[in-house]
């Protein structure tokens, strides 16, 4: 149960994070909201250390730093993907990419679920594709780069998720504070290169500086929940973000939840239920 209610608080914040970074990319180039989002997420992490601690093990060390590649790869082939669209049609394949391999992973690694299990966990696979379908242009078909990119960026979250699971249950925040200092690194040479792309428009420091330290909570929330629970259940549980996002954007930006979404939000309420039973 603390497993389940650790995902479920990682999945809301990561969703909010989403909801936050998405507002500033409006009003500055996406990297520019990332380098301060980066530094505030980084910051929460490190006053994290004395309370929870950290051992930097060589196992921390090397799994911290390949959930961070994952983490700036996922990031920019997340954006790539959604600027070249359709949306509603790449969304949903991200969303099930991430959740599907790290449930995969789990159960080659020797996890079972119970028979409330086998039934909420494709129940919670649906969901998440139905709440990160928008409601777009039905007859648009994606290019299969697009179709790439989505499967790409999936699978660079989904490693991200498996890498910081595979770190040392001994090593504190330690995975997280070298994965962040990785993905900010790369995150910050890019916006080097890219610098004259960037643009003159000022980011939303507040609204960046807060989806970053909601970031860096969701991640060690999930961290804890892999820790006390299962991969299967937990990954699945933490892909349902996309509902934060469509929940604060219908109580904050008025925007309708379409039919499908509203079907997505009960169908998650039923599967996290029944994962409760496992």
């Known amino acids: 149960m603390l497993a389940l209610l650790l995902a479920l608080g ?3 914040a990561y969703g909010c994070a989403d909801f936050l970074g998405g507002l500033g990319a409006r009003k500055a180039h996406v990297l520019r909201t990332v380098m301060i989002a980066a530094p505030a997420s980084l ?5 994290l250390w004395p309370l929870l601690g950290a051992s930097f093990s060589a196992g921390a060390l090397g799994w911290g730093a390949a959930s ?3 983490s700036a790869a996922a990031f920019a ?3 790539r993907t959604l600027a070249i669209g ?3 049609v790449l969304s949903p394949v991200t969303a099930l990419v991430s959740a599907a391999l790290p449930v995969g992973v789990g159960l080659m690694q020797g996890e079972h679920l119970g028979a409330a299990g086998l039934v909420g966990l494709p129940l919670a696979l649906a969901a ?3 709440v990160s379908a928008g409601h777009g242009a039905g007859v648009a078909r994606p290019s299969r780069t697009a179709l790439l990119l989505a499967f790409g960026a999936g699978a660079a979250i989904a490693l991200q998720l498996v890498f910081l699971h595979q770190a040392p249950s001994d090593s504190g925040v330690a995975p997280l504070i070298v994965g962040r200092a990785v993905s900010s690194a790369i995150t910050l040479a890019a916006a080097g290169l890219l610098r004259r792309r960037l643009g003159s428009e000022r ?3 507040a609204m960046s500086a807060t989806a970053g330290v909601l970031d860096s909570l969701a991640n ?3 961290l804890l929940a892999v820790r006390s629970g299962d991969l299967t259940v937990v990954a699945v549980i933490t892909a349902l973000y996309p509902a934060g996002t469509v929940l604060l954007a219908r109580g904050v930006l008025a925007e309708r939840i379409h039919r499908g979404q509203l079907v997505g939000l009960g169908t998650a309420a039923v599967a996290v239920g029944l994962l409760a039973l496992t």
């Open 10 to 12: 990682s999945s809301l």
């Open 43 to 47: 910051a929460v992490e490190l006053l």
């Open 68 to 70: 961070g590649v994952a």
């Open 77 to 79: 082939m997340l954006y």
């Open 86 to 88: 359709p949306m509603n």
């Open 128 to 130: 998440v594709v139905l």
């Open 203 to 205: 980011p939303a420091y």
């Open 220 to 222: 060690l929330m999930f």
